[in-house]
């Protein structure tokens, strides 16, 4: 039998290319200090561990639409921590098997292919157009989808955004709203990193001084792995638009698309506290603060950066990978900007998610 293969359709993965680098700064007689990708650290919060294992005995199929508890705990918080009231627990939110999955999946399962357009953050995290690829649509990276001239299905909006830190204010979200139920685009603002605004707060899409108190046309992303050190768990959620949420829930049965019911109760446990969120969010705190005076010490720029996990950071003398190879040399390994996009060839992008100790080796090094 022969085929195409799928992978053939599909962005090269970034990652394999640091692995001369990483092999450079593990080199350092102290180790490698890894600050590549933003994989949390820190331990899982002891009642999200307690929760898991009270419902570790879950022996039946779990339900695509998830548990009544994890559903009302998503709503609870997006109105507690986000100002997003209205959202029916029924039917405008739905477990998701991290968010990945969703984005890698969401044109596919909504029926876009061949033919259609989707757009996405110019600087971005790779599976927004892995996902598009994978529907065969075509990805047009773009800084502002509302200057788009063209049919839309999907559009794109990461905020705080995965490289660079930028946070979308409350007026483009507004105008983004605007643009997308003009032109009957569905909105997708990935909200993974709003509890980790730093210079200014960020703003959820569904927030009402964004969408005016209606959700068409609008999806808001939401993960646990950042906020909760949950990445190992996959758990996060989508909501918005009931349209579409029934239309997902729907091709998600077939598929089987089902988070676990001991991983729900675990979301649900976390998203009810905002205690540990609030330890988490310090610990980042203080850990941006001495790596990024530590790195505009040692004759590095921070731009943008107001939000999420990661410092973006520019050398004069350096390109992007000249930059990784600068700093793996120090034993330092972060990720090239271009891994983002092409308007990322002069940065890279500096992950918070190192222990304590591995934070204060790599400023250390930076001071030397």
Request: hydrophobic share 45%; aromatic share 6%.
């Amino acid at each position: 039998m022969t085929f195409a293969p799928t992978s053939s359709r599909l962005p090269d993965f970034p990652w394999d290319k640091l692995a001369p680098y990483k092999q450079k700064a593990a080199a350092h007689p102290d180790g490698i200090v890894d600050l590549s990708i933003g994989s949390p650290v820190d331990p899982v919060p002891d009642l999200v561990k307690q929760a898991l294992a009270a419902a570790a005995d879950a022996p039946a199929y779990p339900t695509t639409l998830g548990t009544t508890s994890a559903r009302q705990a998503a709503v609870d918080w997006m109105a507690r921590r986000l100002g997003v009231s209205g959202v029916d627990p029924q039917t405008g939110v739905l477990p998701v098997i991290g968010t990945k999955e969703l984005i890698m999946l969401l044109p596919m399962l909504l029926g876009v292919g061949a033919g259609d357009t989707v757009l996405i953050p110019d600087l971005a995290y790779p599976t927004y157009e892995a996902g598009a690829a994978l529907a065969r649509a075509t990805s047009v990276p773009i800084a502002d989808p509302t200057t788009y001239d063209g049919p839309v299905r999907v559009a794109y909006l990461n905020s705080p955004r995965n490289p660079s830190g930028a946070i979308t204010t409350a007026a483009d979200l507004r105008t983004a709203v605007e643009w997308a139920r003009a032109n009957d685009v569905l909105l997708v603002n990935d909200e993974c990193y709003i509890e980790l605004g730093w210079d200014s707060q960020p703003v959820s899409v569904l927030h009402p001084d964004v969408c005016g108190g209606s959700y068409d046309n609008l999806l808001a992303v939401h993960s646990l792995s950042k906020r909760s050190n949950l990445a190992g768990y996959r758990a996060g959620f989508v909501a918005g638009d009931e349209a579409v949420v029934a239309e997902l829930l729907a091709v998600r049965k077939h598929a089987g698309l089902m988070v676990p019911s001991p991983i729900q109760a675990a979301m649900a446990a976390a998203l009810s506290d905002d205690v540990h969120v609030d330890e988490q969010r310090a610990r980042y705190e203080r850990r941006r603060a001495v790596l990024r005076q530590a790195l505009t010490d040692a004759g590095w720029t921070i731009t943008l950066s107001q939000g999420g996990l990661y410092l973006w950071a520019e050398h004069p003398a350096y390109d992007s990978y000249e930059s990784v190879a600068a700093l793996a040399d120090r034993g330092i390994l972060v990720a090239p900007g271009v891994f983002y996009g092409t308007a990322g060839h002069r940065h890279v992008r500096v992950a918070l998610t190192g222990t304590d100790e591995r934070i204060d080796a790599a400023v250390k090094r930076l001071q030397e």
